[in-house]
């Protein structure tokens, strides 16, 4: 059986969506304005390239302080809640309601809060990353294996032992995993913020307020290039989660461990 290189099949299938993009671009003879091509929108991100990096640069700063602080909080919180059944019983419905709270009616309740710009932009990527968290990780803190819980209980074990010695490790990866969905959602996170709250300065401001602006002044290559940066922001943003998580449970977990 031949082997398969690693990446040829995406390689190809990229290409193949290419050559589809500029033969709908001739076949249904397409303006610029309506769907730029590849090359059109590469030359315009290299043109833009120092705007759009120091536009990401900002978003990329709102969406890891947000991020950095919903996963402590919700880390926290959960353990929390875990420590007392009454107590999750109370909390959770109100977390949930907050959940469910649009975030567009928030924007203008943390505006007056905390002004416009990046504190805002942060409030609002922490609404958006702290309940996967909370969710997951309270879910691996009450699953606990039952025969060593009452091994602890036969062992005498405070309630913070039990915590710090059975829950938090056996929470770990559901804590993590909410870790990762929290970081996909991370930057969209921060580019909703640019877009209902952020500012600029010198011309210049996150991937969210930049697109309005390309959009504004019809820009239309460079409004796709810009959507490409965000993508490529997300990319390395998920990455970089992905790699905590990996070097976290790659020595004891099931999952990243190699039988044999």
Excluded at 107 to 136: D, E, K, R
Aim: charged fraction near 10%.
């Amino acid at each position: 059986m031949k082997r398969r290189i690693p990446g040829l099949l995406p390689a190809v299938t990229g290409a193949a969506l290419i050559a589809a993009w500029y033969a709908a671009i001739r076949l249904f003879h397409l303006a610029p304005y309506v769907l730029p091509s590849p090359g059109a929108i590469l030359e315009a991100g290299w043109r833009e390239r120092h705007t759009l990096a120091l536009s990401a640069l900002i978003t990329g700063e709102g969406a890891l302080l947000g991020f950095l602080a919903a996963v402590l909080g919700g880390f926290l919180l959960s353990g929390i809640m875990a420590f007392s059944f009454r107590l999750k019983e109370s909390l959770y419905p109100y977390i949930l309601i907050l959940q469910m709270t649009p975030v567009i009616i928030l924007a203008p309740i943390f505006v007056l809060w905390f002004g416009q710009g990046l504190p805002s932009i942060v409030a609002i990527t922490f609404m958006i990353c702290f309940f996967p968290i909370v969710a997951n990780t309270t879910m691996g803190m009450i699953s606990v294996d039952r025969n060593l819980q009452e091994l602890l209980v036969l062992c005498r074990a405070r309630r913070i032992q039990e915590i710090r010695y059975l829950r938090v490790p056996g929470a770990m990866p559901y804590f993590l995993t909410g870790m990762k969905i929290a970081g996909s959602l991370a930057p969209i996170g921060a580019i909703t913020g640019d877009l209902l709250t952020g500012t600029a300065q010198n011309g210049v401001g996150g991937m969210g307020f930049m697109t309005i602006l390309y959009f504004s002044q019809l820009k239309i290559p460079e409004l796709f290039a810009s959507g490409l940066v965000a993508c490529l922001l997300g990319f390395l943003f998920v990455g970089g989660v992905n790699l905590v998580h990996w070097l976290v449970l790659r020595r004891w977990h099931d999952s990243l461990v190699k039988p044999g």
